[in-house]
T-cell receptor, first 112, second 113 residues
Framework: NAGVTQTPKFRILKIGQSMTLQCTQDMNHNYMYWYRQDPGMGLKLIYYSVGAGITDKGEVPNGYNVSRSTTEDFPLRLELAAPSQTSVYFC???????????FGSGTQLSVL | KQEVTQIPAALSVPEGENLVLNCSFTDSAIYNLQWFRQDPGKGLTSLLLIQSSQREQTSGRLNASLDKSSGRSTLYIAASQPGDSATYLCAVSGSNSGYALNFGKGTSLLVTP
């Protein structure tokens, strides 16, 4: 079982560039999430989705966009990258709102 | 707003010791509480999930308890091993938090041989 797969693992962007972080899961989970983790801080929710075609903002959505065209995939788009978006990004999925979360291995992003 | 606090921030113990990690939360209206393990440069691995109606969960050498009324959870690790060295994160899901899991900042555990 692959679980939750994220690509790329590392990326360096210049200020103003754009990129898409990919996330796919093979567990047929309806719920998918994007979190960011900054050093010394807890994880913060960026966006989430409760099913294909349905997405909503989390705590820190500014500067990001998402889409959910299939159950498996939940890409995160960064437009006009800024140094404040330097972080580690985690995608996660769950069977339901009350079920445990399964996390991908993360994408370490630096914006210089 | 739900606040999750983990104490201690870091802990070093010799191999074989039993240890307790603490997690406290400010809003008792939770659906569940989850303990995760994070190794350096890796993602989070779920260890134990306790629903709000449960008092504890056990998996191997790990036991997690939940006291909703006092806003506390503990993760007990028996007979610690060097392979247990990692950061342990506590997260709560609640009716007042929307879909966000509220995470603590973690306890960094080092088990020395």
């Amino acid at each position: 079982n692959a679980g939750v797969t994220q690509t790329p693992k590392f990326r360096i962007l210049k200020i103003g560039q754009s990129m898409t972080l990919q996330c796919t899961q093979d567990m047929n989970h309806n719920y998918m999430y994007w979190y960011r983790q900054d050093p010394g801080m807890g994880l913060k929710l960026i966006y989430y989705s409760v099913g294909a075609g349905i997405t909503d903002k989390g705590e820190v959505p500014n500067g990001y966009n998402v889409s959910r065209s299939t159950t498996e995939d939940f890409p995160l788009r960064l437009e006009l990258a800024a140094p404040s978006q330097t972080s580690v990004y985690f995608c996660a999925s769950s069977y339901s709102r009350d079920a445990g979360l399964f996390f991908g291995s993360g994408t370490q992003l630096s914006v210089l | 707003k739900q606040e999750v606090t983990q104490i201690p921030a870091a802990l070093s113990v010799p191999e074989g010791e039993n240890l307790v990690l603490n997690c406290s939360f400010t809003d008792s209206a939770i659906y569940n509480l989850q303990w995760f393990r994070q190794d350096p440069g890796k993602g989070l691995t779920s260890l134990l999930l306790i629903q709000s109606s449960q008092r504890e969960q056990t998996s191997g050498r790990l036991n997690a308890s939940l006291d909703k009324s006092s806003g506390r959870s503990t993760l007990y690790i028996a007979a610690s091993q060097p392979g247990d060295s990692a950061t342990y994160l506590c997260a709560v899901s609640g009716s007042n938090s929307g879909y966000a899991l509220n995470f603590g900042k973690g306890t960094s555990l080092l088990v020395t041989p």
